[in-house]
Nanobody, 125 residues
Framework: QVQLVESGGGLVQAGGSLRLSCAAS????????MGWFRQAPGKERAFVAT????????YYADSVKGRFTISRDNAKNTVYLQMNSLKPEDTAVYSC??????????????????WGQGTQVTVSS
């Protein structure tokens, strides 16, 4: 069982930055691929970014490429999402997810094993 707790959300002006954190419980964090997703009001949940279990590979949605950076610290059981140059359309509840997928490959499938409760990010214009 893995529990995920996000933090770092808040209100920021357009062009600003935020860093989200997702702290995971359990001793096998380094065996899980991690992802960030977001859900805006009235819209379906959308993929944002994913990182391999080792942290060596990342993959981003086109809408955030070049502005967001996903990273992880396996010693701290934490995955991060650095968000720069934020836009009003980035406003959403951001959630992290974990998928048991050890190794150096990226996981870009649609099935994730565990989800956090989400943190609100609001970008004002």
């Amino acid at each position: 069982q893995v529990q995920l707790v996000e933090s770092g959300g808040g209100l920021v002006q357009a062009g600003g930055s935020l860093r989200l954190s997702c702290a995971a419980s359990g001793r096998t964090f380094s065996s899980y691929a991690m992802g960030w997703f977001r859900q805006a009001p009235g819209k379906e949940r959308a993929f944002v970014a994913t990182i391999s279990s080792s942290g060596g590979r990342t993959y981003y949605a086109d809408s955030v490429k070049g502005r967001f950076t996903i990273s992880r610290d396996n010693a701290k059981n934490t995955v991060y999402l650095q968000m720069n140059s934020l836009k009003p359309e980035d406003t959403a509840v951001y959630s992290c997810a974990a998928r048991y997928y050890s190794g150096s490959s990226i996981y870009i499938g649609g099935v994730w094993d565990y989800w956090g409760q989400g943190t609100q990010v609001t970008v004002s214009s």
